[in-house]
């Protein structure tokens, strides 16, 4: 089983364990920083659950871990406070896609490249 998937399900379960369902759409890649700034808490870790499997790469472990999403949604937001009008994906690309994170490392210890 794939971890988006995996992630993907955990998200659409908890959708749906709420008392109230409601039909609703939200697209991601529009959220700016400011945004998930004003969130709920519940909605914010929901947003940081998608946002891992979205980051997660098929070599991955197949493990939501919820302490590691508090600590990503904690740098999220303290990143977020200082670039508001930043859209929340690329935000999070910073703390959680591994190859960006890859990348950057590579370029500050080589700045010249």
């Known amino acids: 089983m794939s ?5 993907v399900a955990i998200v659409a379960l908890s959708a749906f364990s709420t008392q109230t369902a409601v039909a609703q759409k939200t697209d991601l890649a529009a ?4 945004d998930f700034l004003k969130m709920n808490e519940s909605n914010a870790v929901n947003v940081v659950t998608w946002l891992q499997g979205y980051y997660t790469y098929e070599d991955d472990p197949t ?13 999220i937001k303290e990143y977020c406070a200082d670039h ?3 859209d929340l994906v690329s935000a999070s690309a910073i703390f959680m896609d591994k190859k960006y994170n890859a990348v950057a490392t590579t370029s500050l210890a080589n700045p010249r490249q």
């Open 84 to 86: 508001g009008d930043t």
């Open 63 to 75: 493990v939501v871990d919820s302490d590691k999403a508090k600590s990503k949604e904690a740098q």
């Open 3 to 7: 971890t988006k998937f995996l992630v």
């Open 31 to 34: 959220i700016k920083c400011s």
